[in-house]
């Protein structure tokens, strides 16, 4: 794979996020020309790409912006080949006190996305997320599924995901879609429920918790970042969506144990209802069906969940500086 890399010129959105600092790593390495496209901030504040190697960053080309600013992302799309879109405002319980900034920086930084990409002909893969089916309907969940707007955030990325498929149908721009669920690993905040769970069980015995029985499918974020990859370098799928999944489910609170046993001591669960979503937003199961990306882009996961949450314990054990676990983080 590393071959079909070599020189190729990637502008990577969203750069200074979970998934996307790892994929510009992997792509550094590849051999690729990135562009790393962040938000811009006055103390240049390049996100997690902070934390990538230091020959790493030296590869890597930082423009900073703001997505919904046209003349800056057809600025930083000059010249390139590829555009992985990953920037958007991903935090759900923020999308409640905020849903005018999700949608704004969803849905027209992803309209401005897609119209530099028509104007300069360049291949997009744009991110879709799990949370836009809502709670299954049926299980596991195929592309198929239909689309539940249960949170301003999940409303955000159905309309994203849409605007990329008129944009295919209206003016055959090259776009695939790919919905992750649920990606876990080094680096992610203290946003997501796995390292909730982790900072804390390392800082303490008490954990504060949402929902203990909501289910999800976790991928490790290497496995993830081969889905973007492949979905890039797949001919004959512009247009389509590939779900990105491990087909194994788990609850919040079947989780805590997994996490226990690799600690290797009890904790005790405590239920904040400053974390609970409101009833009928919350998505209660979310289980995917990664066939079509199997037969079609030969993705396959390859990290287990007990192996990629010990690999978390491990860095987010080293790396506690990064996180406040008394604070709930939305």
Request: aromatic share 6%.
């Amino acid at each position: 794979m590393s071959g079909t890399w070599n020189g190729k010129k990637i502008l990577v959105t969203g750069a200074g996020g979970f998934i996307a600092s790892h994929l510009v790593e992997s792509l550094v390495q590849k051999g690729a020309t990135v562009r790393a496209f962040v938000r811009y901030n006055s103390r240049g504040d390049v996100g997690l790409l902070s934390q990538l190697p230091k020959d790493i960053c030296d590869c890597v080309q930082v423009i900073a912006g703001d997505l919904r600013d046209l003349t800056a992302i057809q600025n930083a799309a000059k010249r390139m080949e590829t555009i992985l879109h990953l920037g958007a405002l991903i935090a759900i319980p923020y999308s409640y006190q905020h849903p005018a900034e999700v949608v704004d920086t969803n849905v027209i930084g992803t309209l401005n996305v897609l119209l530099a990409a028509r104007d300069m002909q360049i291949r997009v893969v744009h991110t879709s997320t799990s949370e836009v089916y809502g709670s299954a309907i049926y299980a596991p969940i195929d592309e198929a599924h239909p689309l539940q707007g249960q949170s301003p955030y999940s409303a955000s990325k159905i309309a994203a995901d849409k605007l990329a498929e008129s944009f295919y149908c209206s003016y055959n721009l090259p776009v695939v879609t790919v919905r992750p669920f649920n990606t876990f690993g080094p680096r992610q905040s203290a946003r997501a429920i796995i390292p909730t769970i982790i900072s804390q069980a390392l800082t303490g015995s008490e954990l504060h918790l949402g929902s203990l029985d909501t289910k999800r499918d976790f991928t490790y974020v290497l496995d993830t970042v081969a889905g973007f990859l492949a979905a890039a370098e797949a001919t004959g799928v512009d247009g389509q969506t590939f779900n990105l999944g491990t087909g194994r489910e788990i609850s919040v609170g079947e989780l805590v144990t997994a996490i226990e046993k690799i600690i290797g001591r009890p904790l005790t669960v405590v239920q904040d209802p400053e974390r609970l979503r409101p009833q009928k937003s919350e998505v209660v199961r979310l289980l995917s069906d990664n066939r079509k990306a199997q037969k079609q882009l030969n993705w396959i996961p390859e990290t287990t969940l007990e192996s990629g949450l010990a690999q978390t314990v491990a860095w987010i054990h080293s790396n506690l500086q990064f996180y406040r676990p008394g604070i709930y983080q939305r």
